[in-house]
């Protein structure tokens, strides 16, 4: 008898991160629900990650090593083109699962999806730093998630929160390869755009690593994929009280991460574009508060 497909493919993409990629694979072979695979790409790195994989002894994992370094986009993409499972779930390489994970998303979200339009479910995750200390905790909230929700604050975060069918995201043609940043906030705007609803399921279950540091180090490209992302998805000249919260999200974004004179630039813009407006001001006015107060705020901000 043939073996028939596994639900779940799990996808990770790494770069020269040995050491935090096998905390991330550990995390999926010990996960509760087994119906999966774990297809890894490592994207041309100079450490010794490929030795590590092909030193790996598991039938459900397949290993493919990149001769030139093409990004996270394509290499996911790469690996999604190998996949066999109905579903894929993403894990980047600095990030970790709770045993439990594929089973909470599979039981109380693929079973209990009564609704075909359900393309994609999520859970909260604890955003961590890079000795795995939990700086701040984002929950997401029961239920279809607003498509707007989606739109303006990506509430689905990022995507090792995610489980998403396949023929949606091939559909798609997968992640946008042009963009610098912001790729998974792009792919979730899209996969609403096709009139697919995310489920949010309110547990928290994965631990996400925020890499403060390639923020900063990678700063312009952050700010070049937030202004692509914004005029790909939105019309700021017939809204433009979207403009402004736009502005403000983003400023939070990088004030809540140390960028203040990043943010500070941002709300610029935004007093220029709308004078005398009470949010930005209170934002702009924010950005000048003592660094205790930066780092109190940081624990609960988005």
């Not at 050491?19 to 072979?29: E, G, H, P, Q």
């Not at 579903?87 to 699962?97: E, G, K, S, V």
């Not at 393309?119 to 604890?126: H, W």
Request: proline fraction near 3%.
């Amino acid at each position: 008898m043939q073996n028939r497909p596994p639900l779940i493919s799990v996808i990770t993409t790494s770069f020269n991160r040995k050491r935090k990629l096998k905390r991330a694979i550990d995390s999926v072979f010990e996960q509760t629900f087994k119906d999966f695979e774990l297809i890894v790409v490592d994207d041309a790195s100079t450490d010794d990650s490929w030795d590590y994989l092909i030193g790996l002894k598991s039938n459900k994992l397949q290993a493919y090593r990149l001769e030139d370094n093409v990004k996270q986009a394509k290499a996911t993409n790469y690996a999604v083109e190998k996949a066999v499972g109905t579903y894929i779930a993403f894990l980047d390489a600095d990030d970790f699962w709770a045993p439990d994970f594929l089973e909470t998303l599979v039981t109380k979200g693929i079973y209990q999806a009564r609704s075909q339009s359900i393309a994609a479910f999520y859970c909260g995750s604890n955003v961590i730093d890079d000795l795995g200390n939990v700086i701040r905790t984002n929950h997401a909230k029961s239920g279809i998630a607003p498509v707007q929700d989606i739109k303006n604050r990506n509430v689905v975060g990022p995507q090792s929160r995610v489980i998403l069918r396949k023929n949606v995201y091939v559909e798609l043609l997968g992640l946008d390869v042009e963009l610098p940043a912001c790729k998974d906030w792009d792919l979730w705007i899209r996969v609403s755009n096709l009139g697919f609803d995310f489920l949010g399921i309110n547990t928290v279950k994965v631990s996400y690593e925020e890499n403060t540091e390639a923020i900063s180090s990678n700063l312009q490209t952050t700010l070049a994929g937030r202004y692509m992302i914004w005029d790909k998805h939105f019309d700021f000249d017939n809204h433009h009280e979207l403009l402004v919260q736009q502005y403000c999200l983003f400023a939070k974004f990088l004030f809540n991460r140390g960028h203040r004179n990043a943010a500070r630039r941002i709300l610029k813009e935004a007093r220029s574009s709308s004078p005398f407006n009470l949010l930005v001001e209170f934002y702009y006015f924010a950005t000048f508060a003592p660094v205790f107060m930066v780092r109190y705020f940081y624990r609960f901000a988005r």
